[in-house]
């Protein structure tokens, strides 16, 4: 007889665990379901939002005056590049250079100010600039032009689109103005 409760138990555990055991299974198949390409649809539809394009700051000739201040100022004249045009004419008076450049050949043609000495005068009403301005018109005429402390001369002519599309360079401004 204590067999039978024995057998009795053993039946009742094994129908228990194969309850379980597929209760188990029918949930798992459920979860990969879920998970697969087939899902139901939400009740909130997904919508599209576009990401605000930036548009593109208009450069004023003060915002490009203040860049090339600041690029001489600090001698990194890599943050000039997004206002340079594709193409640039650059002249360094008394030598043979440059030529029309492409804006990563000006930039690295700007070291050749790496040895002016600070601060830069940019003052349009002083004599040297004036004098420049009236001499050499088709250079320096409508250029912002800055003369370093030991006389270095930088001077960038803008486009329509007042990036920086011609400059000229000289060791001492003396070489043009007597």
Same mark, same amino acid.
């Not at 998970?35 to 593109?56: A, I």
């Given at each position: 007889m204590k067999a039978k409760y024995y057998i009795l138990g053993f039946l009742t555990a094994l129908v228990i665990l194969m309850i379980a055991i597929t209760?188990?299974?029918?949930?798992?198949?459920?979860?990969?379901?879920?998970?697969?390409?087939?899902?139901?649809?939400?009740?909130?539809?997904?919508?599209?939002?576009?990401?605000?394009?930036p548009t593109p700051k208009i450069l004023t000739t003060d915002d490009v005056r203040e860049s090339i201040i600041a690029a001489l100022e600090s001698k990194n004249y890599l943050g000039l590049k997004y206002i340079v045009?594709?193409?640039?004419?650059?002249?360094i008076e008394a030598a043979e250079c440059c030529g029309i450049l492409s804006a990563d050949e000006l930039i690295s043609k700007l070291d050749y100010l790496a040895? =002016?000495?600070?601060?830069? !005068?940019? %003052?349009?009403?002083?004599?040297? #600039?004036?004098?420049?301005?009236?001499?050499?018109?088709?250079?320096?005429?409508?250029?912002?032009?800055?003369?370093?402390?030991?006389?270095?001369? =930088?001077?960038?002519?803008? !486009?329509? %689109?007042?990036?920086?599309?011609? #400059?000229?360079?000289?060791?001492d401004y003396k070489i043009l103005l007597p």
């Amino acid at each position: 007889m204590k067999a039978k409760y024995y057998i009795l138990g053993f039946l009742t555990a094994l129908v228990i665990l194969m309850i379980a055991i597929t209760g188990y299974l029918a949930g798992k198949n459920t979860t990969n379901e879920n998970h697969s390409g087939d899902s139901l649809p939400t009740s909130q539809p997904t919508t599209y939002v576009p990401s605000p394009t930036p548009t593109p700051k208009i450069l004023t000739t003060d915002d490009v005056r203040e860049s090339i201040i600041a690029a001489l100022e600090s001698k990194n004249y890599l943050g000039l590049k997004y206002i340079v045009a594709p193409t640039v004419s650059m002249r360094i008076e008394a030598a043979e250079c440059c030529g029309i450049l492409s804006a990563d050949e000006l930039i690295s043609k700007l070291d050749y100010l790496a040895e =002016a000495t600070g601060p830069w !005068d940019f %003052d349009d009403t002083s004599n040297i #600039v004036i004098n420049l301005k009236s001499a050499y018109p088709a250079n320096y005429g409508n250029a912002i032009i800055g003369v370093s402390r030991d006389n270095y001369l =930088a001077a960038f002519q803008l !486009d329509s %689109d007042n990036k920086i599309s011609s #400059v000229s360079l000289a060791s001492d401004y003396k070489i043009l103005l007597p």
